[in-house]
């Protein structure tokens, strides 16, 4: 069975810090993968999504990077972080165009 | 664009009570469509979910019907549970967009009470 992984489970970091999320999927091959934030008190917001290795697709310019260096691993980035960076990271899978999205256990980051 | 519309919350009743949150939708084309449910703490859980009009998704008693001429997916339950308090999202994913991207409402949480 598949199962996808997110680390770490919480973080705390200063405004300005660089900030790297990864997410891991097991039990499948060349899933996409999604970045969804949850912000307090709003919905979930796509935010990055990759149908392959190296390709990667933003749906909101912010200062948040993505990169997908391997099949089965999606991470998320940023060189400075922002208080309004702070929310409930989430990542997804799925197999092709299935549109039922499976998602990991999430990482809540609170900027400081 | 597409966009999903919950009830507000939070939606508060006691054990074994009937469980409606609305959920209606707007599309350029005929989307899938979903609930998702968010236990606290968590990430997001498959609940149930419909492709075409009339489907009825099922799972662990909670139904919803896809229904198009009123474009909405209604979350239903006949006998809630205290284990069953969680945030609710309704989301909708199109085929114009290749079903990658889930748009979803805004949550509804629902609290039950013993």
């Known amino acids: 069975s598949q199962t996808i992984h997110q680390w770490p489970a919480t973080l705390v970091q200063p405004v300005g810090s660089p900030l790297s999320l990864e997410c891991t999927v097991e039990?499948?091959?060349?899933?996409?993968l999604y970045w969804y934030r949850q912000a307090a008190g709003r919905g979930l917001q796509l935010l990055f999504y990759s149908v392959g290795i190296g390709q990667i697709s933003s749906e909101v310019p912010q200062n948040l990077s993505a990169s997908r260096p391997q099949d089965r691993q999606f991470i998320l980035s940023s060189k400075k972080l922002l208080l309004s960076d702070s929310g409930f990271y989430l990542c997804?899978?799925?197999?092709?165009?299935?549109?039922?999205?499976?998602f990991g256990p999430g990482t809540r980051l609170t900027v400081l | 664009g597409d966009s999903v519309t919950q009830m507000e919350g939070p939606v508060t009743l006691s054990e074994e009570a009937f469980l409606t949150i609305n959920c209606t939708y707007t599309?350029?084309?005929?989307?899938?469509l979903f609930w998702y449910v968010q236990y606290p703490g968590e990430g997001l859980q498959l609940l149930l979910k419909a492709t075409k009009a009339d489907d009825k998704g099922s799972n662990k008693g909670f139904e919803a019907t896809y229904r198009k001429e009123t474009t909405s997916f209604h979350l239903e339950k006949g006998s809630v549970q205290v284990s069953d308090s969680a945030v609710y999202f309704c989301a909708l994913s199109d085929k114009a967009t290749g079903f990658q991207k889930l748009v979803f409402g805004t949550g509804t949480r629902l609290l039950v009470s013993p």
């Open positions: 997804a899978w799925t197999l092709g165009g299935s549109g039922s999205k499976y």
């Open positions: 599309a350029t084309g005929y989307p899938s």
């Open positions: 039990g499948t091959s060349n899933p996409n």
